[in-house]
Structure formats: structure tokens, C-alpha cells
């Protein structure tokens, strides 16, 4: 079984629409991201969660909220979705320390 | 600010043609340079982590090294099963809690 899973993993949806993308974990990492990934472009971080009570932006937050359930679930949301957020969206987990991280499989998210 | 640049975008060799990636950083105190392999519709996959200038790292034909300014992906004799594309990302001690991506160098080897 994988250790990091996301759903759903495809996911087309209209523009103004709200969304939510949901991660789970196995692994028993307290840290959880949420990257988005373009072409031509690197992975760029959305939010990031040390530990339950701990809520990171990361570099590109504005439009997406999260929220962590418990140490295991960590949801991303787009509130009112736009053609630009149109991406692959990658969680990722890591047990601190420094920083390897272990991905799950990604969701292809398209707006129209 | 920090910045990594992967090259080439794109790697076509032959089976058993060696050959290297390369990852140009520039970064305020490198905390830690990192390599994954992701495949078509997967998540990243961690490979090496280096920390400092002159390291070395190993898994079966890849090697990753690490200067100041850039690091290498060496792969020798790959096999078809090796295509795939090579993130590099690195950290820093200032840039707070950021991971900086590369955007990969897509790889293929052909039989």
C-alpha cells in the first residue's frame, strides 16, 4: 500500500467552483506540504504543516486554504477556483530533521 | 535569491551511453542539495541528499557530486528503465523553511 495518497487524482471543475484536495499519510511524518508542479517550472510550495497546530504559507498560498485533521490528513482547498490554477498538486510528507521528502502521487487538477 | 537551473531540459541517449546532468545553484548557505526521479504520473521519488562541496553520493548507476556552484547527476551504461525526469532542489539556511526546485531534465534511453 502507498505510503501517501491523494484523491482523487483527476479532478475537472469550472471556474469559481470550490475544491478540495485531500492527502493522507501512513508514513508517521509530523511535516506535510502541499506543492504544485507546471511545466517548465519546478515544484513550488503552497502551504506547509510542522505539526497539527502548525500552518505555513508557502511561496504561492494566495487563492488555496488548508487544513490539518489530525497528523496523518492534510487538505488542500481552492475557495473559488480560476484557469491559472490549473496544475499537477503533489503532498509530501517528511519526518524532519532535514528535509528528504516522500511524495504521493499527485492530482491533475484542470479549471475551465 | 535562491535560484536552481537544471540543464539540459531534455537527454536522449542510447543504452549504455554515459552521461551527466547538471544542477547550477546559486543559494545564501546551502543547507542541503537534493536529487529525486520522477516518472510520467508520479510523485517525485527521493534519491541523494549532499551537504557540502566535495560529497559523493551512489545507487546503482548514478552518481551525484557536489561543488560550490553545481552539482552532477552521472549515469553510467543506462538502461531504458533509467528514463524518467531528474529534479534537483536545494535549501538554505536563510531562505527559511523553502525547498527551491529545479525544473528537470527529462531523461530517455533507448534499447
Known amino acids: 500500500d502507498a505510503d501517501v495518497t491523494q484523491t482523487p487524482r483527476n479532478r475537472i471543475t469550472k471556474t469559481g467552483k470550490r475544491i478540495m484536495l485531500e492527502c493522507s499519510q501512513t508514513k508517521g511524518h509530523d511535516r506535510m506540504y502541499w506543492y504544485r508542479q507546471d511545466p517548465g517550472l519546478g515544484l513550488r510550495l503552497i502551504y506547509y504543516s510542522f505539526d497539527v497546530k502548525d500552518i505555513n504559507k508557502g511561496e504561492i498560498s494566495d487563492g488555496y486554504s488548508v487544513s490539518r485533521q489530525a497528523q496523518a490528513k492534510f487538505s488542500l482547498s481552492l475557495e473559488s477556483a480560476i484557469p491559472n490554477q490549473t496544475a499537477l498538486y503533489f503532498c509530501?510528507?517528511?519526518?524532519?530533521?532535514?528535509?528528504?521528502?516522500?511524495f504521493g502521487p499527485g492530482t491533475r487538477l484542470t479549471v475551465l | 535569491e535562491d535560484q536552481v537551473t537544471q540543464s539540459p531540459e531534455a537527454l536522449r541517449l542510447q543504452e549504455g551511453e554515459s552521461s551527466s546532468l547538471n544542477c547550477s545553484y546559486t543559494v545564501s548557505g546551502l543547507r542541503g542539495l537534493f536529487w529525486y526521479r520522477q516518472d510520467p504520473g508520479k510523485g517525485p521519488e527521493f534519491l541523494f541528499t549532499?551537504?557540502?562541496a566535495g560529497e559523493e553520493k551512489e545507487k546503482e548507476r548514478l552518481k551525484a557530486t557536489l561543488t560550490k556552484k553545481e552539482s552532477f547527476l552521472h549515469i553510467t551504461a543506462p538502461k531504458p528503465e533509467d528514463s524518467a525526469t531528474y529534479l534537483c532542489a536545494v535549501r538554505s539556511y536563510t531562505g527559511g523553511f523553502k525547498t527551491i526546485f529545479g525544473a528537470g531534465t527529462r531523461l530517455f534511453v533507448k534499447a
Open positions: 549532499l551537504y557540502s
Open positions: 509530501a510528507t517528511s519526518p524532519g530533521g532535514l528535509d528528504t521528502q516522500y
